[in-house]
């Protein structure tokens, strides 16, 4: 992997989040696994129960219908229908592995994914799931997936791994990620860490047929013919990126290390930086209201936008712990998950744009 976690946070923030800070690396590098007997073959092991589920590591989140649904650490997934403020673990997970990202077709059907190249299945809502895909020996751990029309599906994740379905995710296909280079660079490539292809951080829709992957080493791609091809944008910096947040018309806003968040009101063809004050790793995003934004990160950081991306304050959490995901459930209030799990914070009802500001 080319970059470190060091820019993860503040050195106290360190100290505070050593479990958060290695689950997140974790998500960008494969884990090694013993070598099998001859002829031995490894049951499926399925997600322990636990009373606190709700408050382990969790990283994915997405929407189902009314419903929310949450993945994480050793296969826990959890779904709440009261907007998260309570949450129940699902019955059935046939996977231990670290889950990192999931997605919903419909109310019914949807995917997550994770280590071990695991793909996961459910047409109830999350309530139980199948595996459909799993690969623990290619090393190239999954990091998130799309659900699009029509039962399409693309999963994502490291050294360039791509994996396309069409039936809501029964059966995958690996496809080569050969997107066209970009038309020039603003600073020097950085080098691969060693295998072909870059860790695609996220992917995500700015309608039926746009698509963004943010990758590591300052690559971002767009497609805007539902994955059948796609183009890699000039980067306006070389370090990782954990997240794109598609806005109104063609702005959309990329984040990731060390605080870097960027905005495009030209569909990713330039950039503009926005300074946000902090130094944390950023990891999701949503949008609120009409034209507000939120992007959350590691070391507690909720960074505010109500003006469409253009500018930002930080509303910092008191906790200091890590956030990985976030959705809007409606007005003022956020249901997120990290490293304490899943819970709901409340936005201030005006903030002003401190430090953390970028010009328009």
């Given amino acids: 992997m080319n970059p470190s976690l060091e820019a993860a946070g503040a050195p106290s923030w360190r100290a505070r989040s050593r479990s958060f800070s290695l689950a997140l690396a974790l998500c960008l590098a494969p884990t090694g696994h013993a070598a099998e007997p001859p002829g031995a073959a490894e049951a499926p092991r399925e997600a322990e129960h636990a009373r ?13 219908g009314e419903r929310l649904v949450a993945v994480g650490d050793r296969g826990i997934i959890v779904h709440s229908d009261d907007r998260g403020r309570t949450w129940t673990q699902a019955d059935t ?10 997605c919903f077709f419909d109310a019914q059907h949807g995917i997550a994914v994770g280590h071990d190249e695991v793909i996961l299945v459910t047409a109830d809502a999350g309530v139980s799931w199948q595996r459909t895909h799993d690969a623990p020996e290619a090393q190239q751990p999954l990091l998130d997936v799309w659900c699009g029309p029509g039962g399409h599906a693309i999963a994502v994740g490291a050294y360039s791994a791509y994996f396309n379905s069409t039936d809501r995710g029964a059966s995958w296909n690996a496809v080569r990620f050969a997107p066209k280079p970009a038309p020039r660079a603003a600073a020097p490539a950085a080098a691969d860490d060693g295998k072909d292809g870059f860790h695609l951080n996220r992917i995500v829709a700015a309608s039926d047929t746009r698509l963004y ?40 806003l990329v984040f990731g290390l060390r605080g870097n968040l960027f905005r495009s009101a030209d569909a990713g063809a330039s950039w503009q930086k926005i300074e946000t004050g902090v130094v944390a790793l950023l990891s999701g995003g949503t949008r609120f209201n009409t034209a507000g934004a939120v992007v959350v990160g590691l070391a507690g950081v909720v960074l505010v936008s109500r003006d469409g991306g253009h500018s930002f304050s930080l509303e910092q959490q008191p906790d200091y712990t890590g956030l990985a995901a976030v959705l809007s459930v409606g007005g003022d209030q956020l249901a997120v998950t990290g490293e304490e799990g899943a819970r709901v914070i409340s936005l201030a009802r005006a903030a002003a744009p401190t430090a953390a500001t970028g010009a328009h």
């Fill in 93 to 102: 997970v046939p996977t231990q592995a670290l889950l990192t990202g999931v």
């Fill in 52 to 64: 606190l589920a709700a408050h382990s590591l969790l990283i994915g989140l997405a929407q189902a």
């Fill in 213 to 252: 992957v943010a990758a590591e080493a300052g690559r971002i791609y767009r497609s805007d013919d539902a994955g059948a091809s796609w183009q890699e944008l000039t980067s306006p910096y070389q370090g990782s990126f954990f997240g794109v947040l598609p806005l109104a018309d063609d702005s959309l």
